[in-house]
Every structure is written in C-alpha cells, then in structure tokens.
T-cell receptor
C-alpha cells in the first residue's frame, strides 16, 4: 500500500515552454501533497504544500506564478512549470500523506521527475 | 524554525559490518517526529525508520536502529550487517507534530558499502 506515482519520469523541453508533472496516490486518498525540488547531490527542498480543493502554500522564494500547483482531487496533484528556462532543470519529487493510514504522519514519496530544459 | 544537520557527507563501510550515521536537529517544539529516508541511485525516497519524540524507546526495523537522545537533540542511525543494497544517500528529517507541518531534511550522507 501507500504507493505514489509520478508522470512523466523524465521530460525534455525547449526553453519558454510549459511542462506539467502529475503526482498520483494510487491506493489511498491524499488531502495533502508536497512538491520538492532536488539539485544533483543535494537535499530535497520543499517548494509548496498542495491541499485538495484549496490553493497551494508556497515556500519563501518559490515563484507561485512560475510553479503552478493544482490539487483538484484526493488522488491527483499537478505541478506546471511555466515558461521553463535551463535553470529550472532539476529533479522534482512529490510526496503524500495518507490520513487514513496507521501512520498518518509519514510521507510517501513518488519516484521523481527529471526535467531538462534546453 | 527547525534545522537538521548531518555532519558526515560521505561514509564507507564493508559488507557485513556496522555503520552509524549521525544527525542532530534544533527545535523548540516538544512533540515531533524524526525520520531516516534512504535514496538509492534510482532516486526513489524510501522510509527507513521513524521515531516519535514522546517515546523513550529507540525505534528498530530489522537491521536498522536509531539512538534517539532527546535532550541532546541527536538522532543517529545504525545499520547492522551492512549489505551492498544499503548503498544510497541517507537523509535525516524532522517534522513537528502539527497536522499541517512539513518535513525538514538534512543535507544527507552518502553511504557506500564495499566488498
């Protein structure tokens, strides 16, 4: 149980285009999902907290107009990188909490999406 | 604000030996959770072990155990009988016990298990 998927696993796009990354909880309902960014050989940096049916909460320094987050259902959150530039190239990871699980305080992570902007 | 510090960027251990990864944290909260996550080359984050701050007993999961020293704000991970599959980045993480709280990660320790 507690499986989180991400799609796509790897995407290459041209500078100036927008890219959408999906995060799904496959076998549980996630009212809260988290989006992280990870540069090579570095730790995970939280970008935003996504709550189903409401606006996402962004961390300080994260541009909300550039990184659009939509959490339209209890099993799906999307991150759209708008007008992507090479500096947006990174590994994006989502996670989710299963509030009905015996460990509601544990986050389950997706496999990540590698974004390369040319 | 909470901070998590992992002072060992890289460590190496021989197969079947024991290794301890250190983690310290700083918080003014009294009720919180601590985690160790493993990130192998596939980059999938895997929960290794968790500890509730209100529990005095150290958590164990098979070959993995922690030494939780609340007063010292220390949370080390011991891996016994190391296996080649343990090679990965290990991240220590903190989370306050509030419902809307988030994980704060340390900088990670790269563990290499050798023959």
């Amino acid at each position: 149980g507690a499986v989180v998927s991400q799609h796509p696993s790897w995407v290459i796009c041209k500078s100036g285009t927008s890219v959408k990354i999906e995060c799904r909880s496959l076998d549980f309902q996630a009212t809260t999902m988290f989006w992280y960014r990870q540069f090579p050989k570095q730790s995970l940096m939280l970008m935003a907290t996504s709550n189903e049916g409401s606006k996402a909460t962004y961390e300080q320094g994260v541009e909300k107009d550039k990184f659009l987050i939509n959490h339209a259902s209890l099993t799906l959150s999307t991150l759209t990188v708008t007008s992507a530039h090479p500096e947006d190239s990174s590994f994006y990871i989502c996670s989710a909490r299963d509030l009905e699980d015996r460990d509601p305080d544990t986050q389950y992570f997706g496999p990540g999406t590698r974004l390369t902007v040319l | 604000a909470q901070t998590v510090t992992q002072s060992q960027p890289e460590m190496s251990v021989q197969e079947a030996e024991t290794v301890t990864l250190s983690c310290t944290y700083d918080t003014s909260e009294n009720n919180y959770y601590l985690f160790w996550y493993k990130q192998p080359p596939s980059r999938q984050m895997i929960l290794v072990i968790r500890q509730e701050a209100y529990k005095q007993q150290n958590a164990t999961e098979n070959r993995f155990s922690v030494n939780f020293q609340k007063a010292a704000k220390s949370f080390s991970l011991k891996i016994s009988d190391s296996q080649l599959g343990d090679t990965a980045m290990y991240f220590c993480a903190f989370r306050w016990a509030g419902t809307a709280s988030k994980l704060t990660f340390g900088t990670g320790t790269r563990l290499q298990v050798t023959l």
